[in-house]
């Protein structure tokens, strides 16, 4: 039977341990759609031939591919004992029981027959349990199906050449929708009881909305148009050239580009999975963002909040027009990886919905580099966030909208603490920038330090720290950044960055260029000692000698300047219909 079969009854399977976070609730997140769930040629426990779509039917799925005879404790018997958490879970929820069923499937056909998976099956709870355990007739019907999952194996040889009846494979869980599409992969890191739970409530839950709400619902429920025309408390009128007036057509069009994959060269990546509207438009589980095909990319992804406001885009300054400033990521390598203009723009006029949008949206003209352009920061122009605690203390005047603490935090803020220098604070509003570039030491430091040990992010708000010389060799060589000499070519110029805006700051962590400060408390400490000293630090940058209960009151104020529209932004961008290859 193997490792892992029936005699599991007599070798316990292994345990795994509780989760050391806490999950969002069921339905407070949206699972993104992966694509197709391949169909396959398979043999129930029976002998009998299928399916998988048939065998799918009409209900929730969770795949796992196992072998018989694996001796990895973190691999197929880790993965027999989640998914029995997992069907025990769901037992005991009427509403689950009914609409879950785990297939498990063998990529060891030769020696997993259907009488092997039949013992399987009566193994983990026999005919009444929902769990279906199936193999191929051969080698061939097989490779079709894992190629599809993308479930890559490698058999295992000794030293002679000869098998050795073990398989090198990477543990891959789908979860899989009723309409037959994977919409969330779990590998061993992730693969928990609860989190699968979670999602499986989650799928039933969008299940249930969908079923309530009205067709038009899809469009959006947030008068983004009015919002730019009567900007938030704390901030200007918004600039919109006289060359790209703002509709609502081009508005719409705009947000459904921006969470299109299919403007990525493969149709993987989308504007917003670099810029996460749940995560502030920017993306707090990753430093550097990660381009097409896992490419490095190797500065953090700015937020989006209030860029309507900005005089220079990206870290570096190098383009000044939201129009324009789209077509860096669409056309680099490593982020959505286009070849060319003209490819993304027959591509996107080769699709049935996108007919007639740009003619609805710029009188007449269809897809082009310009139009394209134009709609893209048309939506982008209304992320416009304001009305924060501070904002309402500040300028509306309200006694009691700040904590004591935040109020002394904002009296560093501009005196002592001299951050109001480069994050400024009109009496008319507060942009909280002076847009110009700037060396901290940051750039320095990641360019010429040496980075020892290196704080790595194993689960969502989880870390540890590692070795740079462990790491060295399964990873990139970090590329080079010299900041604004990069365009200028200007020695003066090296490490300078842009100042950000704080505005909703609290809700865009990691921090810097480089994602390199993982909390604001860590920025400000940054400050408190003066930055990192080199030749071109900029002057105003010194050492502050804060107390540590002025450290806190400083943090207060950062998370004061959350805008109090952020949620409904956010509920706005979830929304959209995610486009992607069908």
């Given amino acids: 039977m193997g490792a892992i079969g029936p005699a599991s009854a007599h070798e316990p399977l292994p345990v795994r341990g509780k989760l050391d976070f806490d999950l969002p609730a069921p339905g407070s997140y949206a699972l993104p759609d992966l694509g197709d769930a391949a169909d396959g040629s398979v043999l129930d426990e029976e002998g009998a031939s299928s399916s998988l779509h048939q065998l799918y039917e009409d209900k929730l799925i969770v795949l796992s591919f196992i072998f018989g005879a694996c001796h990895d404790a973190k691999g197929c018997p880790l993965s027999l004992a989640v998914l029995d958490q997992l069907k025990a879970r769901c037992a005991g929820d009427p509403e689950l029981a009914n609409a879950a069923r785990?297939?498990?499937?063998?990529?060891?056909?030769?020696?997993?027959?259907?009488?092997?998976?039949?013992?399987?099956?009566?193994?983990?709870?026999?005919?009444?349990?929902?769990?279906?355990?199936?193999?191929?007739?051969s080698s061939g019907e097989l490779e079709p199906i894992l190629e599809s999952y993308d479930q890559s194996i490698q058999a295992e040889f000794d030293e002679a050449g000869k098998a050795t009846g073990q398989f090198?494979?990477?543990?891959?869980?789908?979860?899989?929708?009723?309409?037959?599409?994977?919409?969330?992969?779990?590998?061993?890191?992730?693969?928990?009881?609860?989190?699968?739970?979670?999602?499986?409530r989650t799928l039933l839950l969008e299940e249930n909305a969908s079923a309530a709400a009205p067709a038009v619902e899809s469009i959006s429920s947030v008068d983004l148009f009015g919002l730019v025309q009567n900007p938030p408390l704390g901030l200007p009128p918004v600039p919109v050239p006289e060359a790209n007036p703002l509709t609502r057509e081009n508005i719409a069009l705009g947000r459904k580009l921006f969470f299109d994959r299919r403007l990525s060269h493969n149709g993987t990546i989308s504007c917003a999975m670099c810029h996460v509207p749940e995560q502030g438009f920017t993306s707090y589980e990753l430093e550097t963002a990660v381009g097409i095909e896992g490419r490095t990319v190797r500065r953090n992804a700015p937020t989006?909040?209030?860029?309507?406001?900005?005089?220079?885009?990206?870290?570096?300054?190098?383009?000044?027009?939201?129009e324009q400033q789209i077509w860096g990521p669409l056309l680099a390598a490593n982020e959505m990886?286009?070849?060319?203009?003209?490819?993304?723009?027959?591509?996107?006029?080769?699709?049935?919905?996108?007919?007639?949008?740009?003619?609805?949206?710029?009188?007449?003209?269809?897809?082009?580099?310009?139009?394209?352009?134009?709609?893209?920061?048309?939506?982008?122009?209304?992320?416009?966030?304001?009305?924060?605690?501070?904002?309402?203390?500040?300028?509306?005047?309200?006694?009691?909208?700040?904590?004591?603490?935040?109020?002394?935090?904002?009296?560093?803020?501009?005196g002592r603490a001299r951050c109001g220098t480069c994050h400024r604070v009109g009496e008319a509003d507060a942009q909280l920038t002076d847009h110009e570039m700037h060396n901290t030491g940051i750039g320095y430091r990641r360019a010429m330090g040496d980075p020892g040990d290196v704080r790595v992010e194993i689960a969502p708000d989880s870390y540890t720290v590692l070795a740079e010389e462990l790491l060295a060799p399964i990873s990139e060589t970090p590329p080079g950044d010299l900041g604004l000499y990069e365009i200028t070519q200007q020695p003066d110029d090296r490490w300078k960055y842009k100042t950000p805006s704080l505005r909703n700051v609290g809700l865009t962590r990691p921090y810097m260029h480089d994602g390199s400060l993982g909390s604001l408390r860590e920025v400000v400490e940054f400050y408190d000692v003066g930055g990192v000293p080199n030749e071109t630090l900029d002057p105003v940058i010194l050492p502050l000698g804060l107390r540590e209960q002025e450290i806190s009151d400083l943090v207060a104020f950062?998370?004061?300047?959350?805008?109090?529209?952020?949620?409904?932004?956010?509920?706005?961008?979830?929304?959209?219909?995610?486009?992607?290859?069908?």
Avoid at 377 to 403: C, I
């Fill in 102 to 137: 785990l297939i498990t499937m063998s990529f060891d056909p030769e020696r997993d027959t259907p009488e092997v998976m039949a013992r399987f099956r009566a193994s983990f709870g026999g005919e009444e349990a929902n769990w279906r355990f199936l193999t191929t007739a």
């Fill in 558 to 582: 950062l998370e004061s300047l959350t805008g109090d529209n952020t949620k409904m932004l956010v509920d706005d961008a979830m929304a959209v219909e995610i486009g992607d290859p069908r």
């Fill in 337 to 414: 990886g286009n070849p060319s203009v003209g490819n993304l723009v027959q591509r996107i006029g080769g699709l049935e919905d996108y007919e007639g949008l740009f003619q609805a949206a710029f009188g007449g003209r269809g897809p082009g580099m310009e139009t394209l352009g134009m709609a893209l920061a048309s939506y982008q122009r209304t992320l416009v966030s304001g009305n924060s605690p501070f904002d309402r203390w500040y300028f509306g005047q309200e006694k009691n909208a700040l904590s004591e603490s935040a109020v002394r935090g904002f009296r560093l803020f501009s």
């Fill in 168 to 200: 090198s494979h990477v543990l891959r869980v789908f979860l899989i929708d009723r309409e037959k599409r994977v919409r969330n992969i779990y590998s061993s890191s992730f693969l928990y009881a609860d989190m699968i739970l979670a999602d499986l």
């Fill in 304 to 322: 989006i909040y209030n860029v309507a406001y900005a005089k220079r885009l990206f870290h570096d300054g190098r383009e000044d027009r939201l």
